[in-house]
């Protein structure tokens, strides 16, 4: 056999995925389960998102769409800036992409030559380091900490900006902290960038924000490249549907990308998110945005009084990433053991970079609270601390 592209080895798994997979085996033997791991939302597909597929589906509408996406969808889309952030957005500037994936995908491909690198926080979403290893450019992978709420900072900018570099991507709620940058944050990174190259900012949990309102960092960075999905607020993930808002001198190049990579987003899929943007989809999904809020509520102080450190309060997504260095000094090793013996499944920290990865894990809190209360009983056990 001939070797596979050398590129692939620079390429990681997700390390979670392994204990999945033993999950799933407990599961297959009787064994009760409780995924934390799982970061995707719980709750089905909102009703009128999904009538709306089935009615393209009954109309036959499964052909191609334009590869930017369907016009009407660009357009609710650059509505939905104007009516929920008050920023104006041109239907032009949007691109409506196979979920977040295909937007970090051209976002990327857009900015980043071979060679060349982009500024990642380290922990952070671990794909997008692999789409710059694929499109020939590296990330450059900065550590951050609690300090900085685990968020590029402006000064993180001018110290590891390099004649390399053009970009940084920061995502807003996190994954894996649930860290949310505020708008003075947000504006003093795009201050510190602007002069340099681009500003990447993922949005894809924007919606899920608990303490204080969403905000978009278009409000403050007009020139900012911001990708998004309609997977996780939205409750689609299975569609495969997100989008991208660039700078309209940006269209014809994305257009490219767009046409030679994966031709449009799933027509299906698209038709369906026309509904998302839907005053009942809308008042449905605040309820799950208080449901995850109460999740939070309950799991994060539960976990603070068996012992688990939380640096930085989530106030977004639905995550929580806990310090779990009082118990073990190999938080896979932990993760490993806490399924085995307690048949809860949550991720280790080295699957969202190598700065401290394993003194931490992140819980999800994509289950409701019964189960996260039986949940706290299990790791109270295992940790020692029967509460
Ligand atoms: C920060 C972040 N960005 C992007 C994605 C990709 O999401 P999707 O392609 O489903 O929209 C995820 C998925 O978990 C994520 O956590």
């Known amino acids: 056999m001939h070797p596979w592209a050398s590129r692939l080895a620079?390429?990681?798994?997700?390390?979670v995925m392994a204990l999945l997979g033993r999950a799933r085996a407990m599961e297959?033997?009787?064994?009760?389960?409780?995924?934390?791991?799982?970061?995707?939302p719980d709750f089905p597909t909102p009703a009128p998102v999904v009538a709306a597929g089935q009615a393209a589906l009954a109309r036959g509408d499964t052909?191609?769409?334009?590869?930017?996406?369907?016009?009407?969808?660009?357009?609710?889309?650059a509505g939905w800036y104007r009516v929920r952030f008050g920023v104006e957005v041109q239907p032009g500037q949007v691109v409506v992409t196979p979920g977040a994936s295909g937007a970090l995908l051209l976002a990327l491909g857009l900015v980043a030559d071979p060679g060349k690198r982009v500024l990642l926080a380290d922990p952070?979403?671990?794909c997008n380091r692999h789409f710059l290893t694929?499109?020939?450019?590296?990330a450059r992978m900065v550590p951050v900490d609690a300090a900085s709420g685990f968020q590029l900072s402006a000064a993180d900018i001018g110290r590891a900006w390099n004649a390399d570099t053009v970009a940084a991507l920061v995502a807003t709620p996190s994954n894996p902290t649930g860290g949310v940058m505020s708008p003075a944050e947000l504006a003093a990174l795009a201050a510190a960038v602007r002069p340099r190259g681009h500003l990447l900012v993922d949005e894809i949990y924007q919606g899920l924000n608990f303490d204080a309102p969403p905000c978009t960092a278009l409000a403050v960075e007009p020139d900012?490249?911001?990708l998004n999905s309609f997977s996780k607020f939205f409750g689609m993930t299975g569609w495969r549907i997100g989008w991208l808002v660039a700078p309209p001198s940006a269209e014809a190049e994305l257009a490219k990308l767009a046409q030679n990579l994966y031709i449009a987003?799933?027509?299906?899929?698209q038709h369906a998110a026309l509904a998302a943007f839907h005053p009942d989809t809308l008042a449905e999904l605040e309820l799950r945005r208080q449901e995850y809020a109460r999740r939070r509520d309950f799991l994060l102080p539960a976990l603070e009084a068996i012992g688990f450190v939380v640096p930085v309060r989530?106030?977004?997504?639905?995550?929580i990433y806990a310090d779990v260095s009082r118990f073990t000094a190999d938080s896979y090793r932990f993760c490993e053991e806490l399924l085995a013996q307690e048949g809860v499944a949550i991720t280790p920290g080295i699957d969202f970079g190598e700065r401290d990865a394993a003194r931490y894990v992140r819980f999800a809190c994509t289950t409701g609270i019964p189960r996260l209360e039986e949940a706290v009983r299990r790791i109270a056990r295992f940790v020692g601390r029967p509460g």
């Open 10 to 15: 620079n390429i990681q798994p997700f390390h």
């Open 28 to 40: 297959a033997a009787g064994r009760d389960i409780i995924h934390l791991e799982v970061g995707e």
């Open 63 to 77: 052909f191609y769409t334009p590869s930017m996406g369907l016009p009407a969808l660009r357009e609710a889309i």
């Open 124 to 126: 952070g979403y671990p």
């Open 134 to 138: 694929v499109l020939g450019a590296a």
């Open 224 to 226: 900012a490249i911001v």
């Open 265 to 269: 987003a799933p027509t299906v899929a």
């Open 314 to 319: 989530p106030q977004g997504a639905f995550y």
